[in-house]
């Protein structure tokens, strides 16, 4: 089992850059695919991006594609997610997950094994 905590939301203005972090516990982060979901104020959870063990492939929605990047250090078990160009309807609680089938990047929720609790983005226009 891994535990996943995220940190690194807050608030920006549009046009602004954030960095999210997702620290996770256990020596076998490395073996876990990972994936950022978010929740809007009154909307579904989507997916955002996923990232393969190695980092070797990832997957983004389009609605973020060329604006945000994700990225992980299995040495320091942390996963990121790197936000530039936000926009007021990226605000949203982000949430970082880990599907134990290490080299597959999906989009569905329901494909991933662990959630962590989130961390809120807000973006003023």
């Known amino acids: 089992q891994v535990q996943l905590v995220e940190s690194g939301g807050g608030l920006v203005q549009a046009g602004g850059s954030l960095r999210l972090s997702c620290a996770a516990s256990?020596?076998?982060?490395?073996?876990?695919?990972m994936g950022w979901f978010r929740r809007a104020p009154g909307k579904e959870r989507e997916f955002v991006t996923a990232?393969?063990?190695?980092?070797?492939?990832?997957y983004y929605a389009d609605s973020v594609k060329g604006r945000f990047t994700i990225s992980r250090d299995n040495a320091k078990n942390t996963v990121y997610l790197q936000m530039n160009s936000l926009k007021p309807e990226d605000t949203a609680v982000y949430y970082c997950?880990?599907?134990?089938?290490?080299?597959?990047?999906?989009?569905?929720?329901?494909?991933?094994?662990?959630w962590g609790q989130g961390t809120q983005v807000t973006v003023s226009s």
């Open positions: 256990g020596r076998t982060f490395s073996t876990y695919a």
């Open positions: 990232i393969s063990w190695s980092g070797g492939s990832t």
């Open positions: 997950a880990a599907d134990k089938i290490p080299l597959r990047v999906v989009a569905a929720a329901g494909e991933y094994h662990y």
